[in-house]
Structures are given as C-alpha cells and as structure tokens.
C-alpha cells in the first residue's frame, strides 16, 4: 500500500527510533491522556487499594524496629527484673505485624489484579472497537501485521507492567520510603549517611533513564517487525510459494531478528552496568553505617539493637532499587505498547458519521454524482469533475482499462471514502448525511475477495441478514446455484467453512458472497469483479440469478468479463476517470468505439 498517506505518515513516524523532545512529549502527554481516561472510572478501588498497601508495607517495615526493642529494652528488663512482659510484647506485636503485612498483601494482590484486568479488558475492547470504526483509507495504509502487533505484543507488555511492575514500583517506593523514616528515627547519623547514597543512586538511575528510554523503543520497533513480516508471510503464504519467495524471506525474517536480537542485546548490556552499581552503592552504604555505628556503640551513643536494626533498614533500603530497575524495563517496554497503541486510538475516521443523521428506511436506489473530484493523496486525481445519474432500478455496468475509476466509483458509492469535492447522493440525500445503518442497508459491495467468516455455512450466510430463517438461507442459496454444492459438503449448511472438509473454492466463495449480498436485499447492489472468480457454469448460473434478482434494485457491474456486461441496461465506458461512452449494450456493439473494439476483441478471444 501507499506510504504517502497522512495516516501512514502518522504511523512510520511513530515507529522512527529517534524522536525530538517535542515529539516525545507529545507522545508521552497522549499516552498518560489515554492512562488516565483509562484509571478515572476505577479511582474509587484505586484508593482502596492503596490504604491496603500503605498499611500492609508499614507492618512488613515495623520487623527492624521491634527487634531494636526487644534486644534494647526488652531483653535488659527479662533479665534483670524477670520481667517477661516486654518480650511478650515484642514478639506477639512482631507476629501480629507479620500476619497484618500477609494478609493484607494478599488482599491487595487481588485487588490489583481485578484492577488490571478491568483496564486492560477496557483497553482491548476499545482498540477492537475504534480500529473497526476506522475507514478504509487507515486499513489500505496501516498494514495487519501492524494492527495485529498492536492486539498481541503491544497489549501483552501492558499486561505484564500490571500483572507484576505496578506492584514492585507501589510496594517498592513505599518500602524504601518507610523503611528510611524508620532509620532516621532509630538513628538520625544514618540517616545522614542513607542521604547522601541517595545522591549516586540517583545519578546512576538517571543514567539508566536516559539510555533505556531508546532502547526499550528499539526494541519494541523491531518486535513489531518480526511480526508483521511473520503475518504477512503467513497471510500470503500461497504467493510466497507460488513465487519461490521462501529464500528471500528467510534473509529478511532473519534480518529483522538479527536486528530484534541486537535491541535486547543492547538492554542486557545496559543492566549488566546498572545491576552491579546499584549493588556496590548498597554494600557501600551498608559499610558505612555498621563501621560508624560499631564506633558509636563502643562509645555508648548508640545501643546494639538499634545498630543492629539500622544495618537492616540500610540493607533493606537498596532490596527494592533492583526491582524498581525492572520495573522500569517493564515500564518502557509498556510505555512505548501505549504511544502505538495511543497513536491508533487517536487516528479519526476518515468517512466520520454525520452529526445530525438524515434516515432513509427504504430507499429506492437513485445514486447522483454531483461535481465529483477525488484523489487518493494530492498528487494523483482519479476523478476530476464526475456527474452521473443513475435511476432507481437501473443495471449499470462500468468497462474500462485498469486504473480508469471504476472501483474508486464503487467505493464512493458505497462510502468507503468520500469525494475530495463535490456529492454522492442517494435518493437525493447526499451520503455524507445519511444514517450509517440506512446506508450499510441500502447498498452492499461484492467485491472479488470473497472472504468467508469462521462458522457456519448458513452463518455465512446469514451476515447478510442475521436473524433470517434456514428457508431464506436456502432460497438465496439456490438463487445463487449454490445450493447443490452446500448440499454436497460434509454438513450441508452446517458445515464449518475452516475445518478439515468444510473447504471451499475460490468460485465457491464467490457464490457464498453472492447468496449473503442477496439475503440482504439492498437498494444497491456493486458487483466489483465479483464474477471474476467464477468458472463459465458458475458464472452462468449466476447471471441467471441476476437478471432476477437485480430487476428491482439498482445495480452497478464493474465486470472485465463482457459476457457479464450483458444484462446491464446501460454500459459506461471510463479512462482516466471520466465517461467516453454511454449507451445499451447493443448501441456501443454496434458502434465503432472503444467498447465495440473491446467487445471483439473478447469474441476473438474465445474462439
């Protein structure tokens, strides 16, 4: 597909390894928009869920302090007046802590989970929901490899940040933080000492910060690409073999995993600095505190049970550094998920829904074109100034060289985009204004690309028309000589379309397409090379199908085959976006134009 898009654009520049600051910012203000439109309808359980957490980490933190108390002065009072009830104090008020701290971890390890689940069920189906609403102008730009990335790997870094990183980072900041008001209290000189290891702890992690920030990016890119390359390859894995393609996409997919490899490669060697100096900084502190400590018991300005509970909290105080460190590697990992996936959420329809819809429940199928420019970027206009009048009722059948516009008609018609200028209208109300559900209704495409949903044949169907009836099914099937082929299958019309002999043809799937375009019974029916998949019996069948089934609805044909142009009221010939010739069938045969050289030249191709 095109890259000259705005949307694709939008899209390449998203995954660019390097970003300015203006536009990491933006990224980052739209990804917390999205975070935060995300947590708003959860606040009340975010803060109960915080309460639980405060209290249970100040109960896991009360441990060093009672044990300070217990060789300080419980201890001393147990052995010199036989008085047990401090130590019974001690040691119940340590236990009830510890069970305090479980149960309450426990609890708050639910609650989050429920949380989580909650926002990434909210965010799963909104990504669904808008990527669907989108036009289809962001799906011929926007690959599926990408889209599919975006519903797997991307998501599934969000889900383990939630999963796992959110609880290390809460649990781990309010660690440290109550575990150095408990340090300062017992001993405001370590404290000292706690503060100024903060000054290269912070160094190192900033140092961290910067450098991981484009690694974790990079290695998201290349992830991305791994996985387009492998859908891709998958999806189209009969020209991949039809082609010989399996040697040239061995060397790419291989590239991209080179490149995927290199990425994290990089984030180890990263942490390989970063693990160790956060080690040394902790060893270091902890040196510190016990040697000037040591000195200050000897001296009698500090008691042996607060040393000892101090050399806790200071080795404690650095426990968490390491797995804030991963969460932060979870952290970017999910924070650039979220700027792509931020980056879809925030793409607009190009064909948005009109703001004050105008109904029309039964349409008659008159289809205009009123000055009609279109052009699919700036530099290419595919239609300069069309006019057309198709009346309710008439069979239209589009002929012309690839390229000339007939498709591009067809999806102006059925409003997969809309003109550059001028209107498209049905039954004089311009499309643009029309209810989308009178519109979906009133006119269907069948398009060459039969594609056939996991189910049912009869479910297939039925898209058509979801609550029709297993006779209606039928009777479309039949009109469409589908019939005897379903009736031959395994199941008949139960049969699934994508299990082992439920198979169908191309052709098949072509009938399929057929019998759910006209279970639908629309005003307008586009045919857009819908035949072209179809053998000569198959292909006869269904135009006696058609000239019964389109007597009472407007039809546009667009058709290479002429023996389909047939049962067309009316023929239009196109090149470079604009009607040369317009006539019957019969009139352009008999003239001397360019349909009449295309229609004998088709006849000398068939003898």
Same mark, same amino acid.
């Not at 072209?532 to 089934?549: F, H, K, N, Y």
């Given at each position: 597909?095109?890259?000259?898009?705005?949307?694709?654009?939008?899209?390449?520049?998203?995954?660019?390894?390097?970003? /300015?600051?203006?536009?990491?910012?933006?990224?980052?203000?739209?990804?917390?928009?999205?975070?935060?439109?995300?947590?708003?309808?959860?606040?009340?359980?975010?803060?109960?869920?915080?309460?639980?957490?405060?209290?249970?980490?100040?109960?896991?933190?009360?441990?060093?302090?009672?044990?300070?108390?217990?060789?300080?002065?419980?201890?001393?009072?147990?052995?010199?007046?036989?008085?047990?009830?401090?130590?019974?104090?001690?040691?119940?008020?340590?236990?009830?802590?510890?069970?305090?701290?479980?149960?309450?971890?426990?609890?708050?390890?639910?609650?989050?989970?429920?949380?989580?689940?909650?926002?990434?069920?909210?965010?799963?189906?909104?990504?669904?929901?808008? /990527?669907?609403?989108?036009?289809?102008?962001?799906?011929?730009?926007?690959?599926?490899?990408?889209? %599919?990335?975006?519903?797997?790997?991307?998501?599934?870094?969000?889900?383990?940040?939630?999963?796992?990183?959110?609880?290390?980072?809460?649990?781990?900041?309010?660690?440290?933080?109550?575990?150095?008001?408990?340090?300062?209290?017992?001993?405001?000189?370590?404290?000292?000492?706690?503060?100024?290891?903060?000054?290269?702890?912070?160094?190192?992690?900033?140092?961290?910060?910067?450098?991981?920030?484009?690694?974790?990016?990079?290695?998201?890119?290349?992830?991305?690409?791994?996985?387009?390359?492998?859908?891709?390859?998958? /999806?189209?894995? &009969?020209?991949?073999?039809?082609?010989?393609?399996?040697?040239?996409?061995?060397?790419?997919?291989?590239?991209?995993?080179?490149?995927? &490899?290199?990425?994290?490669?990089?984030?180890?060697?990263?942490?390989?600095?970063?693990?160790?100096?956060?080690?040394?900084?902790?060893?270091?502190?902890?040196?510190?505190?016990?040697?000037?400590?040591?000195?200050?018991?000897? *001296?009698?300005?500090?008691?042996?049970?607060?040393?000892?509970?101090?050399?806790?909290?200071?080795?404690?105080?650095?426990?968490?550094?390491?797995?804030?460190?991963?969460?932060?590697?979870?952290?970017?990992?999910?924070?650039?998920?979220?700027?792509?996936?931020?980056?879809?959420?925030?793409?607009?329809?190009?064909?948005? *829904?009109?703001?004050?819809?105008?109904?029309?429940?039964?349409?008659?199928?008159? %289809?205009?074109?009123?000055?009609?420019?279109?052009?699919?970027?700036?530099?290419?206009?595919?239609?300069?100034?069309?006019?057309?009048?198709?009346?309710?009722?008439?069979?239209?059948?589009?002929?012309?060289?690839?390229?000339?516009?007939?498709?591009?008609?067809?999806?102006?018609?059925?409003?997969?985009?809309?003109?550059?200028?001028?209107?498209?209208?049905?039954?004089?109300?311009?499309?643009?204004?029309?209810?989308?559900? *009178?519109?979906?209704?009133?006119?269907?495409?069948?398009?060459?690309?039969?594609?056939?949903?996991?189910?049912?044949?009869?479910?297939? %169907?039925?898209?058509?028309?979801?609550?029709?009836?297993?006779?209606?099914?039928? &009777?479309?099937?039949?009109?469409?000589?589908?019939? *005897?082929?379903?009736?031959?299958?395994?199941?008949?019309?139960?049969?699934?379309?994508?299990?082992?002999?439920?198979?169908?043809?191309?052709?098949?799937?072509?009938?399929?397409?057929?019998?759910?375009?006209? %279970?639908?019974?629309?005003?307008?029916?586009?045919?857009?090379?819908?035949?072209?998949?179809?053998?000569?019996?198959?292909?006869?069948?269904?135009?006696?199908?058609?000239?019964?089934?389109?007597?009472?609805?407007?039809?546009?044909?667009?058709?290479?085959?002429?023996?389909?142009?047939?049962?067309?009221? &009316?023929?239009?010939?196109?090149?470079?976006?604009?009607?040369?010739?317009?006539?019957?069938?019969?009139?352009?045969?008999?003239?001397?134009?360019?349909?009449?050289?295309?229609?004998?030249?088709?006849?000398?191709?068939?003898?």
């Amino acid at each position: 597909m095109s890259d000259t898009t705005a949307t694709t654009q939008g899209v390449r520049g998203e995954e660019r390894e390097n970003f /300015t600051r203006e536009e990491s910012r933006r990224l980052r203000d739209r990804s917390l928009t999205l975070l935060g439109s995300l947590l708003r309808p959860l606040r009340v359980r975010l803060i109960v869920t915080g309460l639980i957490v405060v209290v249970s980490t100040a109960a896991q933190v009360a441990g060093p302090t009672l044990i300070a108390y217990g060789i300080d002065n419980a201890l001393p009072a147990l052995m010199k007046r036989q008085d047990w009830m401090p130590a019974f104090v001690v040691v119940g008020t340590y236990l009830l802590a510890g069970i305090v701290g479980a149960v309450l971890m426990a609890q708050y390890t639910v609650l989050f989970a429920r949380v989580s689940q909650t926002l990434l069920f909210d965010l799963r189906k909104r990504l669904f929901l808008h /990527t669907q609403r989108l036009s289809l102008e962001f799906h011929e730009s926007y690959t599926s490899g990408r889209i %599919i990335s975006r519903q797997t790997s991307d998501l599934d870094s969000i889900r383990e940040l939630f999963d796992s990183g959110i609880n290390q980072l809460v649990q781990g900041i309010l660690y440290m933080v109550f575990t150095a008001i408990a340090l300062v209290s017992l001993d405001a000189p370590s404290g000292l000492v706690l503060g100024v290891a903060l000054i290269p702890l912070v160094m190192l992690t900033r140092w961290f910060q910067l450098r991981s920030q484009k690694l974790f990016r990079a290695t998201r890119v290349t992830s991305a690409r791994v996985i387009v390359q492998f859908v891709e390859t998958m /999806t189209g894995i &009969r020209a991949v073999q039809a082609f010989r393609k399996e040697k040239r996409n061995e060397k790419e997919y291989a590239g991209y995993v080179e490149e995927y &490899r290199q990425a994290n490669s990089k984030v180890f060697q990263l942490f390989g600095t970063f693990d160790p100096g956060l080690v040394m900084i902790g060893n270091a502190t902890l040196a510190v505190v016990v040697l000037w400590g040591g000195f200050r018991v000897i *001296d009698g300005s500090l008691e042996i049970g607060a040393l000892l509970a101090v050399a806790l909290y200071a080795k404690r105080f650095f426990d968490p550094a390491e797995e804030l460190a991963m969460f932060y590697n979870g952290y970017q990992s999910a924070s650039a998920a979220l700027e792509k996936i931020s980056g879809v959420l925030e793409e607009e329809p190009s064909v948005p *829904d009109p703001v004050h819809a105008t109904e029309l429940r039964h349409a008659r199928g008159a %289809i205009d074109f009123d000055g009609v420019e279109f052009a699919y970027n700036a530099d290419t206009i595919v239609l300069p100034g069309f006019d057309l009048h198709v009346p309710a009722g008439q069979t239209i059948a589009l002929v012309g060289s690839t390229g000339a516009g007939k498709s591009t008609l067809a999806k102006l018609i059925a409003r997969f985009y809309d003109p550059t200028r001028g209107s498209v209208k049905l039954d004089g109300i311009d499309l643009r204004d029309l209810h989308p559900k *009178d519109l979906r209704r009133a006119i269907v495409m069948v398009t060459q690309e039969a594609y056939l949903f996991s189910g049912s044949v009869a479910d297939n %169907i039925a898209l058509g028309k979801p609550d029709a009836t297993s006779e209606e099914i039928e &009777r479309a099937a039949r009109a469409v000589g589908a019939h *005897d082929f379903i009736m031959a299958l395994p199941d008949g019309y139960d049969t699934d379309v994508n299990k082992r002999g439920g198979r169908v043809s191309a052709g098949q799937r072509q009938l399929l397409s057929f019998a759910r375009a006209f %279970i639908a019974d629309p005003a307008v029916l586009i045919l857009d090379e819908a035949t072209a998949s179809l053998d000569i019996p198959s292909e006869r069948l269904v135009q006696e199908a058609l000239q019964t089934l389109l007597a009472d609805r407007t039809a546009l044909i667009i058709a290479h085959r002429l023996s389909t142009v047939a049962i067309a009221d &009316r023929v239009l010939v196109m090149e470079y976006g604009r009607i040369v010739e317009d006539g019957t069938p019969d009139d352009l045969i008999a003239g001397t134009g360019r349909f009449a050289q295309l229609h004998a030249a088709w006849k000398d191709s068939l003898v």
